[in-house]
């Protein structure tokens, strides 16, 4: 048996490619640089792709290798690409501006860290040994904190493409949910949901472009005509 | 058969619409297609009440009572745009508001974007209630917004770009919650039928097991589900959208998205709500609803009593009528279910008529500001106005509607359930939103005549005015028996406990 076939040694690669996807998380909110964010985007995506892929190695589950194959497809090709373009296109200035300041986010992003970590572990009963997913609490904990970290990127940013782009890790990390607890949907949703995100990304691309060709801004806080 | 044809029919006037050439056979592909699937609608709704349940494509597709309730409403609210929007678009392009901003875009190519766009709208609006899998509903609420994101973007201002951007972002953060919450219910379920099953996700299995769910899962999943199609229902605090997205949309669009989407939205939470009371009993989720629908009617008092404009009043309106619905299915009992079924019929046929009269007004004045407005429209368009009113007194449950009925239902579902303060405060909010909407729209069409000209309307206007005028003048004196029944069977299918 070689080393790789040991399901021991499938649940750390998991569990250590879980952690690189919340670093990259983390670099997403520190940084600065648009492109960047787009490329960190694409890596993310592709550790996800890869995790997927594990899992389905170690678990003999075909039909999450079509999973991972349509994140590689549509998260690390074929979105930042598309993205990319749409920055070269627009010619807007690169820099992200966020609300809150670096080290604050970071700081920020931390502590909701802890919080997916509090809210993974109400999910963990070792005892009662029904779980069909027994694949660490770890990852399910990253898949929170993805989530609500993409939530606070939302919040915190004021360039309608960076806002799109937190919208896309924060359905990382319901992915990253999904295939930690269930193994993945059922296929035909996991198609379903698939075919949303990419049709989404594309009309809020066209909305992004709309946006700074009327307003000569991509900043969505010059986008308050409408109240009460 | 039906299920299929349901689906298939909008999805080929979505296409046919999008090859047509010129305007008039789009409308007639739209009308067509509108026909047909209310008949539909009809013979799926009979099919329901005679046999219990329908299923299709190997059990991908799935109707019971609640399903065909939501798909004949869908497709009323769709017959009486499609009747409606002739004669608006026509009225538009007379008034020359395709000319205005000459971004070079034909007239022919902007409608083509509403003909085509709107069918597959509907067609994904009607897969919510006949997908038997939650996971498939969820990607058909979803594909709601991204189908109409570039109706609400139809006149291209600056003003509908920022609502459609709000409609998205708002709703994509939603909708994300909401699969959050699909996600969890399929674990908490998969403990019970394990996973790599196709069917973990559909409803006629989960609801039969629902008991045995894992409580806390499903817990943290109701509260996912509630934020997420609450988001997609326009729920206060999630309702930001709402208000921009109404008011900036072309009134077809509107209407249906205030009178069909709401329903599509609702309908999803529904099913979530039953297999959670089944898990862990009734009070957990109705206390959540209370709060949510309390919550949602006091939002909208404020803004309804100091509302500048009429088109914004309606999205409010909207609000406050999603409210009483959560709140009848809050409080539950034996008239819950069936107060909040009953005020979502009489809902979905009252409401597109008010905003017809809205397009009306607007189109004729060219603003939607009451102070612009001066007031005396009677004179100036006395068949809009006097629908107008009359409308105004149906929706705000005035007697003798039939909004008066299903508002009374729940509050006697109130009652019976003992929550007293929030039926006080029910009442308290319909009361206060009653005032402020009589004197806003009396200001509006009453009054001395300010000497605006006298407004030719088109004649799909004015029939589609007073037709649906007339079936909600009927509906407040007599509710056809079959329509009763069915309501009654899907309100049972929310009651009964397995």
Redesign the interface.
Known sequence: MYFYQDPQFGERMITLMAAFVLVLQIAMVAQRWLVTNIRVFAAQSFLLASIAGTIAYYNH?P?IYIAAAMTFAVKVVFLPILMERLVAKIEIRQEIEPLINVPLSVLISGGLTMVGYVVAE??YHPEAG????TLGHNTLAVAISL?LIG?FM?INRRK?LT?VLA?LS??NG?FL??IS???G?????EV??F??VL??TM??G??VY??SE??DSMD?SK????R? | MVLAALLVIPLLAAVAAFVARRRVEMEWINLVAAVLTLTFAVVLAGSTLQSGSVSAWGG?LYADALSALVVLLVSIVYAACAVYAVGYFRDDETNGVFDEDSDGVPAVDRLRKYYSLTPLFVCLMLLVPLSN?L??M??AI??T??AS??LV?FYGR??S??????Y??IG??GL?MG??G???T??SA??VM?????V??NWSVLVTKAAQFDK??MR?AFIFILMGYGTKAGIAPMHTWK??VY??APVPVAAMLAAALLNCALYGLLRFFILTSRCLGPEFASQLLIIFGLLSMAVAVP?IL???SFR?LLAYSSIDHGGIMVLGLAFGGPLGALGMLLHMTFHSITKPLLFFCAGNVQQHLKTDQFRQAKGGLIHAMPITGAVFLLTTLAVTGSPPFSLFQSEFTILRAAFDGHHILPAVLFVGFLVMIFAGFLIHIARLVLGEDPGTPHAQISDWKKYSLIGLGAVVVILGFWLPAPLFALVQSAARIVREVH
């Open positions: 589950a039909h109400s999910f029904t779980t069909p997913a989530f939530f939302m309608a806002q919208l924060l359905e319901l949910a999904a607890l269930t193994y949907m059922p296929l035909i949703v379903g949901v075919f949303d049709v989404a009309v809020m066209i909305l709309r946006i009327t307003f969505v986008l308050r005509r409408l009460g | 991908l899998n996971g498939i969820w990607v979803e594909g917004t991204l994101v570039f973007t600056p003003n770009l920022e609502a459609a951007w709000k998205a972002m994509g953060v994300s699969l959050f699909t996600v969890l399929y674990y998969s403990l394990g996973t790599e099953t196709l973990g996700l806390t899962t943290l208000p921009d008011s900036e803004f100091v509302q500048k914004r």
